[in-house]
């Protein structure tokens, strides 16, 4: 249950706004100077309210830390052309929330609620939101057991935090990818269609070990034989095969990207043919050497849709042909684009503009 009094905002008196080089954003470097905070106690999340960004009180014993209930969302905020705020696809970001909480067993967070939080705190820090192309205010929800005690059990208690953050593109530059055969981001059954914090935890080891081999990111495959592409960790995987956008279909262990499912929506529009089937890494092998595949590339709310440059199977580096203005993934990026800011109808209902 949850209550629908106002919220309450407490303004900073130490904005950090003339901090920000807006030129040279990069991914997650600066935090807005508000967070929206609520509580979930006696079996009910509780208004909540927006506060200056910093240190909230809480004692190492949160449950959260010891035993993993901790789940988040990544979403953007864009200044329109005409000078509203529109937050991208927000319903299907609170119902992957939920869906997330429900297989954590935690409570969860009704849309409206959702909405009003995400509301409150954007217009609290709207001067936060960048306005060059490629740059967005990316929203980070995040939901984690804030009941203090040892035993190993689920929370009676929550808290529910948005933090804001203005961001230019996540890669600078076109990607190297590895296929991952020896390390595991999620089994079927097991929680990788969930965001939670655990998932990127476990991938950290693999891909420092990918990095240090000169690869951005772990191309994960799938648990048990490692013969087909689940997704990238941090963002979902697309490729032009035979003409075709191709992308693993979804199973259990992948994220249902809110960007994937816009990108899979308007591929019709872009007059392409789309396969959501099982991609194995031994057809992305022939794809390269009879040149049958032309396009690979991320996508995801920080990514957007991140080039690939080189994807590296079984010891050998597979280079892409160079991305060219008309390629599906530079097509498709612009009518994202156009769409969030405004400059092209929103025929699919997805901007929601305050
Ligand atoms: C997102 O795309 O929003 C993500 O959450 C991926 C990563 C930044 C953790």
């Known amino acids: 249950m949850t209550t629908t009094a106002p919220i309450r905002v407490t303004r900073t008196a130490h ?44 004692t190492p014993a949160i449950l959260s830390l010891h035993y993993g209930q901790a789940v988040f969302e990544g979403m953007k905020a864009f200044r329109m052309n ?7 696809r927000p319903q299907r970001h609170s119902q992957r929330l939920n869906q997330s909480l429900a297989r954590m067993c935690m409570p ?15 217009r609290t820090d709207e001067k936060w939101i960048p306005s060059s192309e490629g740059s967005a205010l990316y929203i980070r929800p995040v939901v984690f057991a804030s009941e203090s005690r040892l035993g190993v059990k689920i929370s009676d ?33 097991g929680t990788g ?8 935890g476990g991938a950290f080891y693999p891909t420092q070990l990918a990095r240090q081999q000169g690869f951005d990111q772990v191309l994960w495959t799938d648990a048990k034989e490692h013969k087909y592409i689940d997704e ?29 499912d816009s990108i899979l929506t308007l591929s019709e529009s872009l007059g392409i043919q789309k396969e959501e089937r099982k991609v194995s890494i031994a057809e992305l092998e022939e794809g390269f050497k009879n040149g049958t595949l032309t ?15 080189v994807i590296h199977i079984h010891g050998t580096d597979y280079a892409l042909p160079a991305d060219q203005a ?18 092209e109808a929103d025929t699919h209902g997805w901007n929601y503009i305050i």
């Not at 005409?82 to 991208?88: R, V």
């Not at 995987?237 to 960007?259: A, I, R, Y």
């Open 326 to 343: 008309a390629s599906f993934q530079q097509r498709v990026k612009q009518k994202l684009h156009h769409l969030r800011v405004g400059n």
């Open 157 to 189: 208690e929550y808290k529910f935090v948005v933090l804001t953050s203005p961001v230019g593109p996540y890669f600078t530059k076109p990607v190297r990818v590895k296929v991952e055969e020896t390390y595991v981001r999620a089994a079927e059954g």
């Open 15 to 58: 904005s950090q706004l003339s901090q920000i080089d807006f030129a040279n954003l990069g991914f997650g470097n600066y935090i807005s100077d508000h967070m929206f905070v609520a509580d979930y106690k006696n079996g009910a999340w509780e208004t909540g309210e927006v506060v200056p960004f910093g240190p909230l009180p809480m």
């Open 82 to 88: 005409n000078g509203s705020i529109n937050i991208f």
């Open 295 to 309: 396009e690979a590339f991320g996508v995801g709310t920080a990514a957007v849709v991140s080039t690939i440059a």
């Open 193 to 200: 269609f969930a965001k939670c914090a655990g998932n990127y």
């Open 232 to 260: 990238s960790g941090a963002m979902n995987v697309m490729f032009v095969l035979n003409g075709k956008l191709v992308t693993p279909k979804l199973t259990s262990s992948l994220l249902d990207g809110v960007t994937r």
């Open 108 to 122: 969860p967070i009704d849309e409206e609620f959702f909405i009003e939080a995400l509301k409150a705190v954007i």
